[in-house]
């Protein structure tokens, strides 16, 4: 469940963020952090860009950084990227 954990806390925040609940960023932020912190990539990328999808529906800004690996997660968050830039 370890491994997962990043997943619950970043499904959790999009459920916050449906409902307008101003948790969601504090959820993302976890999910993010703990994800670093078992050095799970893909995890941590997932939470980031839909921590910036949150911040682009709200209006607000955020900075998603690009580590060098060529996934789909990391091609999802470009594309994201070059929408919010």
């Not at 806390?9 to 670093?36: K, M, V, Y």
């Not at 941590?44 to 900075?63: D, H, P």
């Amino acid at each position: 469940m370890v491994h997962y954990e990043a997943k619950v806390h970043r499904l959790e925040s999009e459920l916050f963020l449906g409902r307008g609940d101003e948790r969601s960023e504090a959820c993302f932020r976890r999910a993010i952090a703990i994800a670093r912190a078992l050095q799970a990539k893909s995890f941590e990328l997932r939470a980031a860009t839909s921590l910036a999808r949150g911040a682009r529906a709200a209006g607000t800004g955020v900075r998603l950084v690009h580590r060098g690996f060529d996934t789909a997660d990391l091609k999802d968050a470009k594309a994201l990227l070059d929408e919010l830039t």
